[in-house]
């Protein structure tokens, strides 16, 4: 089975920190993506990358970073994290070979900032 | 642009009973995929069905079953026998074939399964 782990499933940091989340995929895809989800707003895309070293922005990516060194992992980075960034996040990998590829989730980091 | 509405916020479905959630969508595309995820509380989305847009027949796992009409950019999702774990969150996504394996989610229907 596909494995999507995020490091941190909660989290609380005060504002201005600098707030790091991880994630890591078993199953060799090259997409790896971070969503944030609020209630009534669904899931909104913040970075996709495609392949190491590569990044996309989403729809929200102000405030954040993406970092991926390795194909198997992809950090999100609040730089300065602020109030409206609390928040539950989520990661997420698939394959882009081939079309219509099941997206696979890591459990979610529930973010609070103070 | 590519669109995923869902228009009901919460449903709620006697336990055996059968309960249908909406999702219309919309895309330029002519190839796509067709998803429902469940999202049960404090716990990871998982797949749910898929759908195949050049599919005509209406995709089914086991009580989830799919109708699709592509005329209608409608994708609603049929739970038969509703069972206490299927109170979950409920995303509708949709994922063109020509963008690199992009997903866009609706906003989600909550689902109460009363017994």
């Known amino acids: 089975d596909v494995k999507v782990t995020q490091s941190s499933r909660y989290l609380v940091k005060r504002t201005g920190e600098k707030v790091f989340l991880e994630c890591v995929q078993d199953?060799?895809?090259?997409?790896m993506f971070w969503y944030r989800q609020d209630p009534g707003l669904g899931l909104r895309l913040i970075y996709f990358?495609?392949?190491?070293?590569?990044?996309e922005k989403g729809d929200i990516p102000e405030g954040y970073s993406v970092s991926r060194e390795k194909k198997e992992r992809f950090s999100l980075i609040l730089e300065s994290a602020s109030t409206n960034q609390t928040s539950m996040y989520l990661c997420?990998?698939?394959?882009?070979?081939?079309?219509?590829?099941?997206?696979?989730f890591g459990e979610g980091s529930w973010l609070t900032v103070v | 642009a590519q669109t995923v509405t869902q228009s009901q916020p919460e449903m709620s479905v006697q336990e055996a009973e059968t309960v249908t959630l909406s999702c219309t969508y919309d895309?330029?595309?002519?190839?796509?995929?067709l998803f429902w995820y469940k999202q049960p509380p404090s716990r990871q989305m998982i797949l749910v069905i898929r759908?195949?847009?050049?599919?005509?027949q209406n995709a089914t796992e086991n009580r989830f079953s799919v109708n699709f009409q592509k005329a209608a950019k409608s994708f609603s999702l049929k739970i038969s026998d509703s069972q206490l774990g299927d109170a979950a969150m409920y995303f509708c996504?949709?994922?063109?074939?020509?963008?690199?394996?992009?997903?866009?989610f609706g906003t989600g229907t909550s689902l109460t399964v009363i017994p």
């Open positions: 895309t330029s595309e002519s190839d796509y995929y």
């Open positions: 997420a990998s698939s394959l882009v070979t081939g079309s219509g590829n099941t997206i696979y």
């Open positions: 990358s495609y392949d190491v070293k590569m990044k």
């Open positions: 996504a949709l994922s063109p074939s020509n963008t690199g394996n992009q997903f866009y």
């Open positions: 199953m060799d895809h090259e997409n």
């Open positions: 759908q195949e847009a050049y599919k005509q």
